[in-house]
């Protein structure tokens, strides 16, 4: 029964308006859930889109416009005229109408927000547009519902009925003061199951409030909604008083993005890049990290080379090199994949020297486990003493490889540098180069 | 202003304990916000842990409990006696319960349940316990708001008041008509400020209601609550009946984890495991693609040992060893890591022949880059010949890596192999193997 876009239902709705065949339009599409329409409008040709939008009812226009792609959503706002734009942002939350100011020039910006005719709309969004993007501040919406903390119960209801009209999705009352400080929250049962006469004061909730400023950072906000399992959280000015919340909805959102983009970081992508992208994007995204890591195997070439003496004398020697450098990549990889994945979520390590050792006890297991193996496999490919020479390498660079993959991100991280860089390309680049060294080392010192 | 939990404090708490000092618990540790309770208590003994949980509220042990690691959590159950486990029981939300019962042995489930006072909690939570850990029934709660289609809205606001007393989280009332099918759902706003003589018929949304089946499996949960970013979602048996919801608190915890793991998978780490685990057990998680990595190393050795001839030959061809798996490692992982992403969206791809077109475009850009780079950087090295041999061999490696990193994920979870396996050791491994034999194939064709 869920809507599922096919290909052929697509070319029914450009059918549909070629022919201004209207009803169908409405009986097939307008009737779907805002979320499908979107999906819709992302596949069509802009003036389609057009078409189908300006056919939705108001309050539903505003749920499409959010859940475009951003670039569809750019490229529709562009073809607008800044009254038709002005027109739109009076639906949206604030914040949303911020986010979609942020793309125009500060003219259009000007000229849209004279053509708005809801003054106190225009307000909360110019008021927005002041805060960092990547802070509370450029998160929160203007959008609550608040009971001042003398109200008694009736005077709240009246009050909140009135504000509801403007508030989408209502998850707590927050209580004020007078002069608008924070002062709690109020649950909806407590204020609508409690005697109309009680007094705000008598009924809620000041304790452990998690709240937090305008200027605080994305990343903490997260934090918070994170470790304190919050739908929303209430934004203070520096007088402690409250100027928005932030809502979980917008949270999901970002906690996705930042696990992608963290994904992306350790598998040697430096962009952000969408799905449809186009191929020069991709391939600025993709090249930085490839050609650091040729400038690694040309490091490792060098080393290699002024191994040459050894290599003509025992050729086979140049068979395990890709072993030596897989595995040292391989197992500095894990190593950095949970230190990036503790410090993601904003673990403190309590001491680095605990996360060492450990790490240095995993890396000795696996590292015993593994030379054991391959002293057996190479001891029959080639010579006793080739045996000795992989084995021996092996597990020094499993060592080092758990040394370099646990202490490097959090050098990164102690220098404000993202962790998941190191993950992936740097670490395994870096390990190539190492055990390389170690290798020829200990093929040196035990052939001659 | 915000808790931060330090050694000192710690300490302090422990000797607070010891001297039984109850004024300075209950000032300095009641308190608190629940979660910084939990993260006291992960980090105390079992008995000290015990001595503050029951110093706390019964409302407070509940949210703490749930908050507490999961070892911490197990091991401080399995030291309770049945009927104190039957005592928290009764505080918890029942999916919460049913949580903590899958932990304990068919005997011990047993006889908590018979221990319980309130048996209409106990039948929910044994009901919840028929359904599979992974499925929307196993996730959901069965506590939730539900008002008749027939009745008034006063008579639904004396309902819902009764109601409100098990349900901690108020997001939807859901509406449901005699027999409890779902009929749709009804906003907090539209019963608290409607006229209490209207019928909720006649004040109820219907349209594009989302929900889903008690056997709908997880992942196709998470994806409703992204694609239409719900706050909850109601849960129907085969019936269509409302059996429970599921809420975007529980979900969170969900997106976080599947991220993780996929983080894991990609890094070479076959298992969860926590910051904490123990050595054995991160080893354990580690070695399995440790090894598939040696293995890949040696059918790598028996590459390198067949073109023996070549390397006696031209020894600097061993030079260029590690770059070019290297390379062919990292195009590998980033084109396979962008394939996996998208599938963890829920995404489906309209055309594998479109997507493998575009990676190759990216890999053609990016090979003919690094190849023309490499070729001014060997021919410097070595000589000519062995310019052309390298630059020749990088594109193909990078050619066959962005084919290889494209396919393997989309053929992998065409099997129902989790994809995010193929980001990492494995495509690495592959990789490898592959680009060793193009580079001595090539050497070979040019050297002689």
Redesign the interface.
Known sequence: M?FELT?EFLENIRLAIQNNDLEWIDKNVL???Y?DIAEILDELQNEEAKFIYFRLEEEVQADVLM?LEEEVRDRFIKSLSTKEIAEQLENLDSDDAADILYELSDNEIHEVISQMEDDEAADDIVDLLNYDEDTAGGLMQKEFLYVNVDWTVEEA?TEI?EQ?KDVE??YTIYVVDDINKLMGVLS??SL??SDSHLIIKDLYQN??I?SVKVTEEQEEVMRLF????L?SIPVLDYQNKLVGRIT??DV?DI??EE??R???L????TEK?E?NAS??K??RA??P???I??L???L???V??SF?GN??IV??L??????????G???G??S???VV??LAKG?QF?SIFSKLG?EL??GL??GI??SS??FG?ASV?GTLNLGVVVSISLFVVILFASVMGTLIPLILDKYDIDPALA???FI??LN?VLG?FIYFTVAMLIFT
Not at 226 to 229: A, V
Not at 266 to 269: D, F, Q, R
């Open positions: 869920r290909k009737e779907l859930h979320v859940e209801l009925r509801a999705k209502v909806l049962k609508f199951f304790k452990n998690i994170d470790k304190y399992g739908v979980i909805d999901v906690i996705r696990a992608d963290d994904f992306q350790a598998t040697g992508i890049v799905d191929v020069f991709i391939t993709r090249l990290w490839l050609i890591g040729m690694g195997g040309t490792g070439a060098k290699i080379s040459e290599i003509s050729p086979a140049a068979f395990f090199i890709p072993m030596i450098t897989a595995m990549g391989n197992v990889v894990q950095s994949a949970i994945q503790s673990n309590k450990k006890l995993v297991l696996n486990i593994c193996l391959i496999i490919f993950t992936g390309p395994t680049t190539d390389l």
